[in-house]
C-alpha cells in the first residue's frame, strides 16, 4: 500500500446519519483519488483531487456526496444522510504525479468499510 | 468507451492446477497501461503487474505469468500450480487519461477458489 492510510477502517452508520472518510497520502503524492467497491462488485471511480482542487468528479453521486483534499490535512469523503446502499468499501489511492506524466502509479490504502444500519 | 471485461466471475480450481483469467479491454488511446491487482479476503488491493501498451513481450514472476495481446485487445492472467493462498479476486484495470484527469477502470473482477 505504500503508505497511503484511510481511517476509519470499519464504519457503521445508521441510515440519515453522516459519514466522513479520510484519506492521507505519503508525503510528497498530492493526487488523490477515491474509489467506490460496492458488494460483489468491480472497483469505481468517484473523484480526483488535487490540493484544493477538485479535477474529475465524474464518478461521483450527483447529492448527498462530497470530497474536499485541503492544503493541510487528509481528503475527506464526506457522504451526508447515508442510505443502506451506500454500504460499500471505499478506497483511495494516491499518486505523486498528474495525467500529463508519462505515467504515475496509483497507490492504494486499505480502504474504509462502510456499513448502514 | 474505455471499458475492461473480465467475462469469468468465479472461477474453481483444485490446487496444482494452472489457470488462467481472462481479461479484455476497450480503449482509443494509442498509449495507455494495463494493470492486474489482487484482492485477498482480508480485503486490501495487492497490486500485481503494470503494462505498458508498446511492451508486448509477456512477464513472468514466479508462477505468475501474463500474456499481453495487442491484436485481440487482451491481457490474460494465469498462474501455474495454483495454491490455496492464491483464492483471491482478481481485477484487471485500464489507466484512462481524459481532458487533464485521470482514473482507473476496473473490470467487474473473478473469484478464484483454490480447493485443497
Known amino acids: 500500500n505504500a503508505g497511503v492510510m484511510q481511517n476509519p477502517r470499519h464504519l457503521v452508520r445508521r441510515r440519515g446519519q453522516e459519514a466522513r472518510l479520510r484519506c492521507s497520502p505519503m508525503k510528497g503524492h498530492s493526487h488523490v483519488y477515491w474509489y467506490r467497491q460496492l458488494p460483489e462488485e468491480g472497483l469505481k471511480f468517484m473523484v480526483y483531487?488535487?490540493?484544493?482542487?477538485?479535477?474529475?468528479e465524474s464518478g461521483m453521486p450527483k447529492e448527498r456526496f462530497s470530497a474536499e483534499f485541503p492544503k493541510e490535512g487528509p481528503s475527506i469523503l464526506r457522504i451526508q444522510q447515508v442510505v443502506r446502499g451506500d454500504s460499500a468499501a471505499y478506497f483511495c489511492?494516491?499518486?505523486?504525479?498528474?495525467?500529463?506524466?508519462?505515467?504515475?502509479?496509483?497507490?492504494f490504502g486499505p480502504g474504509t468499510r462502510l456499513t448502514v444500519l | 468507451a474505455q471499458k475492461v471485461t473480465q467475462a469469468q466471475t468465479e472461477i474453481s480450481v483444485v490446487e496444482k492446477e494452472d489457470v488462467t483469467l481472462d481479461c479484455v479491454y476497450e480503449?482509443?488511446?494509442?498509449?495507455?497501461?494495463l494493470f492486474w491487482y489482487k484482492q485477498p479476503p482480508s480485503g486490501e488491493l495487492v497490486f500485481l503487474i503494470r503494462r505498458n501498451s508498446f511492451d508486448e513481450q509477456n512477464e513472468i514472476s514466479g508462477r505468475y505469468s501474463w500474456n499481453f495481446q495487442k491484436s485481440t485487445s487482451s491481457f490474460n492472467f494465469t498462474i501455474t500450480a495454483s495454491q490455496v493462498v492464491d483464492s483471491a479476486v482478481y481485477f484487471c484495470a485500464l489507466r484512462v487519461v481524459l481532458q487533464g484527469a485521470q482514473k482507473l477502470v476496473f473490470g467487474q473482477g473473478t473469484r478464484l477458489t483454490i480447493n485443497p
Open positions: 489511492a494516491a499518486s505523486s504525479r498528474g495525467p500529463a506524466a508519462d505515467y504515475n502509479e496509483q497507490f
Open positions: 480503449t482509443r488511446d494509442t498509449t495507455y497501461y
Open positions: 483531487l488535487q490540493k484544493e482542487n477538485i479535477i474529475d
